[in-house]
């Protein structure tokens, strides 16, 4: 099982870009699909991006793709959402999440996840 800790959430304005990282500890990082989710006040938790164990795949919620990215370095045991073109509506605290299954695709279930991180919050301002 890994231990995660995200960072870099702030408050930005509308079109801004920020870039949330995801640390990882533990054993058999580079082995578990990951992903990020958030949650918006009021509303349950929702799927962001996901990426597979090895970096090769990676899938979008339709209301980021082509704005945000996700990608990982299996030596530096880190995760990591490249945010741009933020609207109000991505206000939300965001979690990294880690898959229960060696060697799977892109985590994209809530279902699926079976470790997750503290969260860290997003304010993006009109």
């Known amino acids: 099982q890994v231990q995660l800790v995200e960072s870099g959430g702030g408050l930005v304005q509308a079109g801004d870009s920020l870039r949330l990282s995801c640390a990882a500890s533990?054993?058999?990082?580079?082995?578990?699909?990951m992903g990020w989710f958030r949650q918006a006040p009021g509303k349950e938790r929702e799927f962001v991006a996901g990426i597979s164990w090895n970096g090769g795949r990676s899938y979008y919620a339709d209301s980021v793709k082509g704005r945000f990215t996700i990608s990982r370095d299996n030596g530096k045991k880190t995760v990591l959402l490249q945010m741009s073109s933020l609207k109000p509506a991505d206000t939300a605290a965001y979690y990294c999440?880690?898959?229960?299954?060696?060697?799977?695709?892109?985590?994209?279930?809530?279902?699926?996840?079976?470790?997750w991180g503290q969260g860290t919050q997003v304010t993006v301002s009109s």
């Open positions: 533990g054993n058999n990082f580079s082995r578990y699909p």
């Open positions: 999440a880690a898959g229960g299954s060696w060697y799977g695709g892109p985590l994209m279930s809530l279902a699926d996840c079976r470790s």
